[in-house]
């Protein structure tokens, strides 16, 4: 319990310092090693930042000039550090192979340098190898220049992660000798008849049909399992704790840094009002619960009225588990913790190609009431986030129409476990151009059964949800359902060469990326762009 109490007045205390009204130098020393941690009961070796899981909490004011050193103190690994949503230049992003930045060798610090140039909340974590998954995340706030318009009493990070005593390395091999390795959760015999009764004899034995001739398994909505759910660092039985005064606006900054773990977010007896995604405000909506994407981050303002505990429940999509923390008046209170939801079945739905090819860049995933990834449980009448909702709070600055449209499709061989990007695994030498300033549509295909957070480094994207051109919300990290599709909008005005990527984090590792070209503005021509692209045998575009 004093652990739990420790980390929660550590978080808020982190959340709550001062903001500057002027500009200046933040400067951050950032040790990385190996170490025992005892999180779940074991000791077990994983990645510490500053001698903690996660890392500490990263503090900045719009305009500030950050200065981090990173010194890597592990004895055989190099490592780095990815600034996640962060608008900075390609040396400073940190990804390895990117925009002449090396990692950082064993023994050697690297200092990252760059201006801060937005406000909200975001992230870090590792891009090398597993060390995301080993330990190496936390989570950034940064203050806006002016008054925020986002007010509350209270603010608190909500960073989920997934805890494996397991390490990556031994994980991804699981993968590689069978993509079904963690797949304790098959149908049954007893399913099937359950199936006849519902759907009919008939309907049930060609459902089952289908499934068996594409070698899939209709319950696969997480390929890893055997997780312990954490937020900030703590299982739920440590239970990570907000404190409140009946009456307050408490805002919570949730950050899912799990390596393959998508959530069901809940505050029984909460309404939840989400004001900022990925960092950036949006106009208010009140919600029941959110569907929460690896890599997403939201904001969310709460308002407890009475002097008891709630529960913040984060379910696992594939309901293994929960991440739960609470907000009490008191420390030592806890709430109710919510029973587990059944878990969803995917269907026909969920592989419909004709789906994928209709020409409805809005689509959304609750357009599809026969898709079992769309179903939460949740009971009726419950009001649960989609993307339709999310509108820019202020608008946006360049509404021109796209010049051209480039596919992105998402595909993969889920028998060797290989993902891919238009058919290909990651090779440096692919990618997709574009010349600086240009405004192009980016559509995104996904042509497996699962979903897929698709996450472009240095830029923002404007979601096209159905909102006006002007009131798009940006986003840094889109979830593409299965068997679905989405489009964004870009303007190409970050110069370098830009991961593209899931963000689970082994399907990023075996081949579910590729590079993002900004050409230096006046060497390329938005023509020019696509002539080379397709000339160079790279032609991801209609």
């Given at each position: 319990?004093?652990?739990?109490?420790?980390?929660?007045?550590?978080?808020?205390?982190?959340?709550?310092?001062?903001?500057?009204?002027?500009?200046?130098?933040?400067?951050?020393?950032?040790t990385?090693?190996?170490?025992?941690?005892?999180?779940?009961?074991?000791?077990?070796?994983?990645i510490t930042?500053?001698g903690?899981?996660?890392?500490?909490v990263?503090?900045?004011?719009?305009?500030d000039?950050?200065?981090?050193?990173?010194k890597?103190?592990?004895?055989?690994?190099?490592?780095?550090?990815?600034?996640?949503?962060?608008?900075?230049?390609?040396?400073?992003?940190?990804?390895?192979g990117?925009?002449?930045?090396?990692?950082?060798?064993?023994?050697?610090?690297?200092?990252?340098?760059?201006?801060?140039r937005?406000?909200?909340?975001?992230?870090y974590?590792?891009h090398t190898?597993?060390?995301?998954?080993?330990?190496?995340?936390a989570?950034?706030i940064i203050d806006p220049?002016?008054p925020d318009?986002?007010?509350?009493?209270?603010?608190?990070?909500?960073?989920?992660?997934?805890f494996?005593?397991?390490?990556?390395?031994?994980?991804?091999?699981n993968?590689?000798?069978s993509?079904?390795?963690?797949?304790?959760n098959?149908?049954?015999?007893?399913?099937?008849?359950r199936?006849?009764?519902q759907?009919?004899f008939?309907k049930?034995l060609?459902?089952?049909?289908?499934?068996g001739?594409?070698?899939?398994?209709?319950s696969?909505?997480?390929?890893?399992t055997?997780y312990?759910?954490?937020?900030?660092?703590?299982?739920k039985?440590?239970?990570w704790?907000?404190?409140?005064t009946?009456?307050?606006?408490?805002?919570?900054?949730?950050?899912?840094?799990?390596?393959?773990?998508?959530?069901?977010?809940?505050?029984?007896?909460?309404?939840?009002?989400?004001?900022?995604?990925?960092?950036?405000?949006?106009?208010?909506?009140?919600?029941?619960?959110?569907r929460?994407?690896?890599?997403?981050?939201?904001d969310?303002?709460?308002?407890?009225?009475?002097?008891?505990?709630?529960?913040?429940?984060?379910?696992?999509?594939?309901?293994e588990?929960f991440?739960?923390?609470?907000?009490?008046?008191?420390?030592g209170?806890?709430?109710?913790?919510?029973?587990?939801?059944?878990r969803?079945?995917?269907?026909?739905?969920?592989m419909?190609?004709?789906?994928?090819?209709?020409?409805?860049?809005?689509?959304?995933?609750?357009?599809l009431?026969?898709?079992?990834?769309?179903?939460?449980?949740?009971?009726?009448?419950?009001?649960?986030?989609s993307?339709?909702?999310?509108?820019?709070?202020?608008?946006q600055?360049?509404?021109?129409e796209?010049t051209?449209?480039?596919?992105?499709r998402?595909g993969?061989n889920?028998?060797?476990?290989?993902?891919?990007?238009?058919?290909?695994t990651?090779?440096?030498?692919?990618?997709?151009?574009?010349?600086?300033?240009?405004?192009?549509?980016?559509?995104?295909?996904?042509?497996?059964?699962?979903?897929?957070?698709?996450?472009l480094?240095?830029m923002?994207?404007?979601?096209?949800?159905?909102?006006s051109?002007?009131?798009?919300?940006?986003?840094?990290?889109?979830?593409?359902?299965?068997?679905?599709?989405?489009?964004?909008?870009?303007?190409a005005?970050?110069?370098?060469?830009?991961?593209?990527?899931?963000h689970?984090?082994?399907?990023?590792?075996?081949?579910?990326?590729?590079s993002f070209?900004?050409?230096?503005?006046?060497t390329?021509?938005?023509?020019?762009?696509?002539?080379?692209?397709?000339?160079?045998?790279?032609?991801?575009?209609?």
């Amino acid at each position: 319990m004093k652990h739990a109490i420790l980390a929660g007045l550590l978080v808020w205390g982190l959340a709550l310092m001062p903001a500057t009204s002027t500009a200046e130098t933040r400067e951050y020393t950032l040790t990385i090693a190996r170490q025992d941690v005892t999180i779940t009961g074991e000791k077990l070796s994983k990645i510490t930042v500053n001698g903690t899981l996660p890392g500490p909490v990263l503090r900045f004011a719009e305009g500030d000039d950050a200065v981090i050193h990173v010194k890597n103190a592990m004895k055989t690994e190099a490592t780095s550090v990815h600034w996640h949503g962060l608008l900075l230049p390609g040396l400073m992003d940190g990804a390895p192979g990117y925009n002449g930045f090396k990692g950082i060798k064993p023994g050697e610090t690297f200092t990252y340098r760059f201006e801060i140039r937005q406000s909200g909340t975001y992230w870090y974590h590792a891009h090398t190898l597993g060390q995301e998954q080993e330990g190496l995340y936390a989570g950034i706030i940064i203050d806006p220049k002016g008054p925020d318009p986002i007010r509350a009493d209270r603010d608190y990070v909500v960073l989920l992660s997934d805890f494996s005593r397991e390490t990556s390395g031994q994980i991804l091999g699981n993968l590689k000798k069978s993509s079904e390795y963690y797949q304790y959760n098959r149908r049954t015999l007893g399913d099937f008849f359950r199936d006849v009764r519902q759907q009919g004899f008939s309907k049930a034995l060609k459902t089952s049909g289908e499934w068996g001739r594409m070698r899939m398994l209709s319950s696969d909505l997480s390929d890893v399992t055997g997780y312990h759910f954490l937020i900030n660092g703590l299982t739920k039985d440590q239970n990570w704790t907000g404190i409140f005064t009946p009456g307050e606006k408490v805002r919570l900054r949730f950050i899912n840094a799990s390596a393959m773990t998508m959530y069901d977010i809940r505050i029984p007896g909460l309404k939840m009002t989400v004001v900022a995604a990925d960092g950036q405000p949006v106009v208010p909506v009140e919600v029941d619960e959110f569907r929460f994407g690896n890599a997403e981050t939201y904001d969310v303002i709460v308002e407890p009225k009475d002097d008891r505990a709630y529960t913040i429940a984060a379910e696992s999509l594939d309901r293994e588990g929960f991440a739960l923390g609470t907000l009490a008046p008191r420390v030592g209170l806890r709430g109710d913790i919510p029973a587990q939801r059944a878990r969803a079945i995917l269907t026909m739905t969920d592989m419909n190609m004709e789906l994928m090819m209709r020409d409805d860049p809005d689509m959304d995933m609750s357009d599809l009431p026969d898709s079992g990834w769309a179903k939460t449980g949740a009971p009726e009448g419950t009001t649960t986030l989609s993307y339709r909702d999310l509108k820019s709070l202020t608008p946006q600055t360049d509404t021109r129409e796209p010049t051209r449209d480039i596919t992105v499709r998402l595909g993969g061989n889920m028998e060797r476990y290989i993902w891919t990007i238009n058919g290909k695994t990651f090779d440096p030498a692919d990618g997709i151009e574009t010349a600086f300033n240009e405004r192009v549509r980016i559509i995104y295909i996904n042509e497996t059964m699962m979903a897929h957070p698709v996450h472009l480094h240095g830029m923002f994207v404007q979601l096209e949800n159905g909102q006006s051109t002007a009131s798009l919300p940006n986003k840094h990290t889109l979830i593409v359902p299965p068997g679905q599709r989405a489009s964004v909008l870009l303007t190409a005005n970050e110069v370098g060469t830009w991961p593209l990527h899931c963000h689970l984090l082994y399907h990023m590792s075996s081949g579910m990326m590729t590079s993002f070209i900004v050409h230096e503005q006046g060497t390329i021509a938005p023509s020019e762009a696509s002539s080379a692209h397709k000339e160079a045998g790279h032609d991801h575009h209609d």
